[in-house]
């Protein structure tokens, strides 16, 4: 919103000393978001006058129109001759009155004016269009044209405005209230103590039976519509120049006299309004919700489908206007030809939510739906059907129609009851209840009661809704920057909960192992399941989708980080970074069996643990997922040797050093899912509670999705659920108990069918081994020798044995090994080779 403050000091008597700077700290103060302070014509300097064109020469053999013009500027330019200017414009005639600046003067962008020769011809001054003055777009595109009515020699700077302080403040949602004059001077009063002149407050008539007939068949939508008519206006009247500069200084564009009324006064009270064509408009009008499909062709000249949730103005004919966003090119007010000479004004007031859906559904964004999705004022339809009225009668020389239209769905004011010490609890600050009071009544508040405090809330502040907004209005007037600096005194925290301890410990380790950590957006079009080849009934398809997505192209939360993950690898591959391995710990979320609606929490009080339980049930799972991806080189080459590239066991080595991490056991078998390839993913699974549970998977992807993603070569990935091997820990590992007694190493290699997976080989060694066993290793595996047979594999462990209390002699462990190999033979069909 961008307020002059010469137009300011209308409706509050600022002192005369006070600058755009002082009231921008003022504001800032109260809690307005002032920007900047734009200082018009600061570094402009005359003299600049009206002057009237006496010739006009045209001047041949150029590659443009050029004029030689005699111009007379009264006695501004000492000597009272004529003026001979050179001008290239063509929208003026002999007789016009025009701007003039003079040799001597210095025009914005610091362009200094002298007597030159140009196009054969010298010229003492230039004829000035609203840009090299800093106007801005005047609607005209040239030079300026004044009224005939003005008067030779007179101050242009004065005449246009052209001196002023303009200040830019960027309005917060729940400040609907600040986008107008009328607001922003409340505000001032408050903050300079000073009474506050209210263009609201007119006379206005009573409604009667003899007015434009309305109707309107969605109250919910549009609770008040007030329709006044004015007939006889002067279709060649234009606007004053006080109202187009106005316009042009709050930043926008005039147009015609009838609509620039109804942006002035939008601007001045904070009513959107819309003033239609009388004579196009056919019957009543009517206010009721599109029908599914029907075309609009609005002002800015597009045509419109609309949808079922818009709501729309209509006549005889149809949809004559999109309610609370653009009117309808059919009943425009006709600013070309001049010949509208009756209209019917709208100043209704539309449910916020609808016009803020209806904006967004049709990217149309325009000043009065910035309002109304905002919350306007609806007890001001009255006053700023009757402003505008006033204006068209006085400007245009029209004549007030005696009907008067409302239509009024009855509502009763907002109270809110509030202990008049509650602001005094929030600040920390003994107001008392007088100043409580005293603010709210400045606000616009009527207040009643002594300890408790019965608060109605002004019709034009819908923000306030709870006793906190209530206490943030006595805080804020009263000055943030009074709250005193004290630190809290939190209670002894528990510290970290085993799964955020958990979370930083994996982070740690993967990033001690040369993965990267790349944050992703949550976000994912359901596209990306195609693209990983999950399966039609996969349920990483169910997704939660999102009411208003960031983008239409993500409008679901993912429920893999593979997306993610494989974007940033496929972003740093292609800007030359081939050698990846990246990482990211982060939740995913799965949609809840049957859809619950959130209720609304307290905000007076710390909710009960039953409002709470109830908040998350209706929240979706989100688990805690880890996942990497690797690419290129895992070890470089270099002096020491060669490197080599990442493959598949990587991908299972990272699951395996979180398990390790988490104090558990990962069970690592062949599998096959999705994105992976066939033959090289591996199935991670954990015990809990007695039973396995698959928590992911790992290896290399496949070549169908490498070329899908457009990802390099033997890319490998692995993702598995953190809350999932939580559950299967045993809590915080446990440090290994270290024994001074010497190991026994023992090795066997075990001939086994090639469809045996070395895990259940392991398995079996490890509980057949006993209690004596340390660890056990796999260090080879040989599978094309002839003396193997047909099928066979040889698979070859080191068995290490050592005892706590003693030495343990070569029968012993070689009997602990024996024990291994026969359990590993009774359930793998194993035979020890040689």
Request: proline share 6%.
């Amino acid at each position: 919103m961008r307020v002059p403050l010469s137009w300011l000091r209308e409706y509050v008597d600022l002192p005369a000393t006070e600058t755009g700077r002082d009231v921008q700290a003022k504001l800032i103060s109260a809690g307005l978001e002032v920007e900047t302070v734009e200082q018009l014509g600061a570094d402009l300097k005359g003299p600049l006058v009206v002057g009237q064109v006496r010739s006009i020469e045209e001047l041949e053999g150029f590659k443009k129109p050029i004029r030689f013009c005699l111009v007379d500027v009264g006695t501004a330019n000492g000597t009272g001759e004529l003026q001979e200017i050179v001008c290239g414009a063509r929208n003026f005639s002999v007789g016009d009155k025009v701007v003039v600046v003079l040799p001597g003067a210095v025009l914005p962008g610091n362009f200094a004016i002298a007597a030159r020769k140009t196009y054969g011809r010298t010229s003492h001054g230039m004829i000035c269009s609203g840009d090299e003055l800093g106007m801005g777009d005047d609607g005209s595109g040239g030079i300026i044209v004044l009224p005939p009515e003005v008067e030779v020699a007179t101050d242009a700077i004065e005449l246009l405005e052209l001196v002023d302080e303009v200040l830019d403040i960027a309005v917060t949602p729940d400040r609907g209230y600040a986008l107008s004059m009328r607001g922003v001077a409340r505000e001032a009063a408050i903050a300079y103590g000073l009474p506050l002149r209210d263009p609201a407050l007119l006379d206005v008539p009573a409604p009667n039976a003899f007015g434009y007939p309305v109707q309107v068949s969605d109250p919910m939508g549009c609770d008040r519509f007030t329709a006044r008519t004015v007939t006889g206006l002067d279709p060649e009247a234009h606007s004053p120049i006080w109202l187009r500069r106005r316009l042009q200084k709050a930043g926008m564009r005039p147009i015609s006299l009838a609509v620039d009324i109804t942006n002035y006064v939008m601007l001045e009270v904070g009513q959107p309004l819309h003033a239609y064509d009388r004579t196009r408009v056919q019957g009543a009008i009517g206010v009721r919700r599109a029908e599914q499909g029907e075309k609009l062709t609005t002002l800015d000249g597009v045509t419109r489908t609309l949808d079922a949730g818009d709501l729309v103005i209509t006549d005889d004919r149809g949809p004559i206007g999109l309610a609370g966003v653009m009117g309808g090119a059919n009943t425009e007010i006709d600013d070309t030809e001049g010949t509208t000479t009756e209209v019917v004004i709208e100043a209704a007031h539309f449910d916020a939510l609808s016009i803020a859906r209806t904006a967004r559904r049709h990217k149309l964004a325009s000043e009065a739906s910035k309002r109304f999705e905002r919350g306007a004022d609806p007890q001001a339809t009255s006053a700023a059907a009757q402003r505008t009225v006033d204006l068209l009668v006085l400007l245009a020389g029209g004549t007030a129609d005696a009907g008067v239209t409302e239509v009024i769905a009855p509502s009763a004011p907002h109270s809110i009851t509030i202990p008049a010490n509650h602001p005094d609890k929030v600040a920390g600050v003994d107001y008392g209840r007088e100043t409580v009071v005293r603010r709210l009544q400045q606000v616009g508040c009527d207040v009643y009661g002594q300890d408790e405090l019965i608060v109605t809330v002004p019709s034009w502040r819908p923000d306030l809704t709870d006793p906190n907004d209530l206490a943030e209005e006595v805080i804020r007037l009263e000055g943030y920057e009074n709250l005193p600096s004290t630190l809290p005194k939190p209670p002894a925290g528990l510290g970290l909960t085993g799964r955020q301890r958990l979370h930083r410990r994996i982070g740690r380790v993967l990033a001690g192992a040369g993965y990267v950590e790349a944050l992703n957006y949550p976000f994912i079009g359901e596209h990306v399941f195609d693209q990983l080849a999950l399966a039609a009934d996969d349920p990483k398809r169910k997704v939660v989708k999102l009411v208003n997505p960031l983008s239409d192209e993500e409008p679901a939360l993912r429920t893999t980080l593979l997306p993610g993950l494989l974007h940033a690898l496929r972003r740093n591959d292609g800007r030359g970074s081939h050698d990846l391995a990246l990482f990211e710990t982060g939740l995913v979320f799965q949609p809840q069996d049957e859809l619950r609606v959130a209720g609304r929490l307290p905000v007076d009080r710390r909710p009960t643990d039953e409002e709470i339980a109830s908040l998350t049930a209706a929240l979706p799972v989100q688990p805690r997922h880890a996942a990497v991806v690797l690419a290129g080189a895992r070890e470089q080459a270099g002096w020491w040797g060669k490197g080599r590239p990442a493959d598949w066991a990587d991908a299972i080595e990272a699951a395996r050093s979180l398990a390790r991490e988490a104090g558990t056991e990962i069970l690592v078998r062949s599998g096959q899912y999705g994105p992976w390839h066939p033959g090289r993913c591996a199935e991670l699974a954990v015990v809990v509670d007695g039973r396995e549970k698959v928590i992911g998977y790992a290896g290399e992807l496949h070549p169908g999705v490498l070329k899908t993603l457009g990802l390099p070569a033997r890319t490998c990935a692995m993702e598995l659920d953190l809350d999932a091997l939580e559950q299967a820990s045993a809590g915080l590992p446990k440090g290994p108990k270290i024994s001074t007694f010497p190991v026994a190493t023992q090795d066997v290699a075990l001939v086994v069918d090639k469809t045996v997976p070395h895990v259940d080989v392991e398995a079996a060694l490890r509980e057949g081994a006993g209690e004596l066993l340390e660890s056990i290793r796999l260090f080879d595996v040989y599978e094309n020798g002839e003396q193997l047979g047909e099928g066979k594999k040889s698979l070859a462990y080191a068995l290490r044995f050592r005892s706590d209390d003693r030495t343990l002699t070569v029968d012993e462990a070689s009997a602990a090994r024996d024990a291994a190999v026969a359990l590993a033979a009774g359930r793998t069909g194993a035979v020890l080779r040689g």
